[in-house]
Every structure is written in C-alpha cells, then in structure tokens.
C-alpha cells in the first residue's frame, strides 16, 4: 500500500517556527524529487519548496530565507523547517514524492494527507 504520512502541523503565532515531516512508505522507489505544496481556502494550490535528488532546492519567492527543506534518503522523509511564521502561511501543507511504485516502469507524484498550519495572534 502506497502511503505518505505527514506529521508537525499546529496553530502558532506570527515569528514562531514548526517543523514538518513526511515519510514515504517502502516500496516506493527511484525517488528524484520530493516536496511541499500549500493551499489556502479559496486558494490555488501553489509550491512552497523542493529538493531533487541531488540536493539541488527551490523555494517560492514568499518563503525565501525563511524554510528550508531537506531529505534523509534512508528513512524515505522529507522535512519542511518553518522559522519566522507569518499569517500569509496558513494553509494547508501536502507533502509529494516523486517515484515508482515497486516494479513499474512510470514514475509519478503519491501525496501525504495534508497537515493544518496556522499562523494567527
């Protein structure tokens, strides 16, 4: 069974930090890119941040200089460190790998169940 299981979301107040996490599950493989997605009520889903397989990351202009996303390859988990919280940021957080599942030969996107971030005074 394919599964993505995301943890670290919370209602905290603006300039506090959360940490993210998102673990694939096993028989995933050939992972290349895995990353974080955002979508606010009324919103279009947008990309907060990705990381390749090579280490190489991107960022939305938004978020630059304030997340930073990693990876830990052994454990199929990807993490999303957010410092310096502001309103805009609330949404809520999916995260997405990029693989095969067991045998295939295709590659595409499993995404995790989505976690509630909440920035508010």
């Known amino acids: 069974q394919v599964q993505l299981v995301e943890s670290g979301g919370g209602l905290v107040q603006p300039g506090e930090s959360l940490s993210l996490s998102c673990a694939a599950s096993r028989d995933i493989f050939d992972i290349n890119v895995m990353g974080w997605y955002r979508q606010a009520p009324g919103k279009q889903r947008e990309l907060v941040a990705a990381?390749?397989?090579?280490?190489?990351?991107t960022f939305a202009d938004s978020v630059k200089g304030r997340f930073t996303i990693s990876r830990d390859n052994a454990k199929n988990t990807v993490y999303l460190q957010m410092n310096n919280l502001k309103p805009e940021d609330s949404a809520v957080y999916y995260c997405?790998?990029?693989?095969?599942?067991?045998?295939?030969?295709?590659?595409?996107?499993?995404w995790g169940q989505g976690t509630q971030v909440t920035v508010s005074s």
């Open positions: 990381i390749t397989s090579g280490g190489t990351t």
């Open positions: 997405t790998v990029q693989g095969r599942f067991r045998s295939s030969t295709y590659t595409r996107n499993y």
